[in-house]
C-alpha cells in the first residue's frame, strides 16, 4: 500500500512563526498536493507539484510556500503564522496524470495562537 | 467551471437501513468523479471513482454510486448501514489533470 507520512500530528505555533509541515511519500508518485480543510468548506488546495522542484499554485497560496527536493519529500512552509492558517493541512500524492485517486496522509493540525 | 455541491451536510441513520448521500456536480464536459471517506483523525480515502465507463460503479465496504448525467448527480448509496460507517464522505469532481474540487462534506452518524 501507498503511505504518505506527515511528520507531525499536532503543531501549535505562535503568531509570526516560520513553520514548515513535512510529508513523505513511499511509492514514487510524480505528483504531490498540499490541502487544507476547514468545516463546512471541504478541501481547498494550497499547492501542488508534479515534478521535482515543479510547483504550481493552487486555489489559495496566499500566505505559503512548498519545496519540492526530492521526489519523495514536499514541504509547505508558513512564512509567518497567522491565526487565519489555524486548520487541518493534508498531504496527498498520485502517480501520472489523469484523474488519478489521490493517496492521503493522516494530516497535521496547525495552531497558531 | 468545475465544481460539487453536496446537498446535505449530515445524515443520521439507523444501523441496518439504508444510507443515501447526494451530490451534483457541475462540469463542460463528462467529468470524473470520486467519493472519499474520512474517519475521524485519519486522512481520506477512496471509496470509489466514476470515469465514464459504467454509470453504476462499485466502490469498497458495500458502498455504490450512480452517475446520471441528465440529473448532473453522482449520488452515494449503502443498502445497510453499520456503525463503522459513521464518518466524513466528500464528493470530488476533477477540475483538470491535476486538480480535483471537493465538496464541503456530509457527516454521517449510525444510530444503534
Known amino acids: 500500500d501507498v503511505k504518505v507520512t506527515q511528520s507531525s500530528r499536532y503543531l501549535v505555533k505562535r503568531t509570526g512563526e516560520k513553520v514548515f509541515l513535512e510529508c513523505v511519500q513511499d511509492?514514487?508518485?510524480?505528483?504531490m498536493f498540499w490541502y487544507r480543510q476547514d468545516p463546512g468548506l471541504g478541501l481547498r488546495l494550497i499547492y501542488f507539484?508534479?515534478?521535482?522542484?515543479?510547483?504550481e499554485k493552487g486555489d489559495i497560496p496566499e500566505g505559503y510556500s512548498v519545496s519540492r527536493e526530492k521526489k519523495e519529500r514536499f514541504s509547505l512552509i508558513l512564512e509567518s503564522a497567522s491565526t487565519n492558517q489555524t486548520s487541518m493541512y493534508l498531504c496527498?500524492?498520485?502517480?501520472?496524470?489523469?484523474?488519478?485517486?489521490?493517496?492521503f496522509g493522516n494530516g497535521t493540525r496547525l495552531t497558531v495562537t | 467551471a468545475q465544481s460539487v455541491t453536496q446537498l446535505d451536510s449530515h445524515v443520521s441513520v439507523s444501523e441496518g437501513t439504508p444510507v443515501l448521500l447526494r451530490c451534483n456536480y457541475s462540469s463542460s464536459y463528462s467529468p470524473s468523479l470520486f467519493w472519499y471517506v474520512q474517519h475521524p483523525n485519519k486522512g481520506l480515502q477512496l471509496l470509489l471513482k466514476y470515469t465514464s465507463a459504467a454509470t453504476l460503479v462499485k466502490g469498497i465496504n458495500g458502498f455504490e454510486a450512480e452517475f446520471k448525467k441528465s440529473e448532473t448527480s453522482f449520488h452515494l448509496t449503502k443498502p445497510s448501514a453499520h456503525m463503522s460507517d459513521a464518518a466524513e464522505y466528500f464528493c470530488?469532481?476533477?477540475?483538470?489533470?491535476?486538480?480535483?474540487?471537493f465538496g464541503a462534506g456530509t457527516t454521517v452518524t449510525v444510530r444503534a
Open positions: 507539484s508534479y515534478d521535482v522542484k515543479m510547483k
Open positions: 470530488v469532481v476533477s477540475v483538470s489533470d491535476y486538480k480535483l474540487s
Open positions: 496527498a500524492s498520485t502517480p501520472g496524470r489523469g484523474g488519478s485517486p489521490l493517496h
Open positions: 511509492m514514487d508518485h510524480e505528483n
